[in-house]
């Protein structure tokens, strides 16, 4: 757990200059996807600049979430926190944001992408008051 207060951690926009540091942090924290490239956050910033959310503590990235919205539905993806300050409240903070930013957009309905066998990412999402709905399945291409 992070001595840091996470009050004290700024939860912001990304910028293209924040690149390199969320991909270190997705590095650290979260299982890699065929996504984590400095291409495929440059083009989601530039599509929806307010998309990706970052908090920075002393300078340093040490949690991301992405909140995408197409207009349909609110998407929530890559919510990691670095290794040290986790169980700060951090996570739970970078997703009401991530709800706060959809809400704002127009989504009145939204639902997150979570690594199955990622125990902590489970136990996270269990925590939260979003429901686990057992029978969906997800299919991908790409």
Known sequence: M???NP????VR???PGDIPAVLDLWRQAAAPTSTDSPEALRLLLDRDPG???VAESSGQIVGSVIAGWDGWRGSVYRLAVAPAHRRSGLGGRLLREAERRLRALGATRMHAIVVGSDSRAVAFWES??????SGQRRYTAG
Do not use: N
């Open 2 to 4: 992070s001595t840091d």
């Open 7 to 10: 009050v004290s951690t700024d």
């Open 13 to 15: 926009a990304a910028v």
């Open 51 to 53: 998309a990706l959310v």
């Open 128 to 133: 939260t008051d979003w429901e686990h709905q």
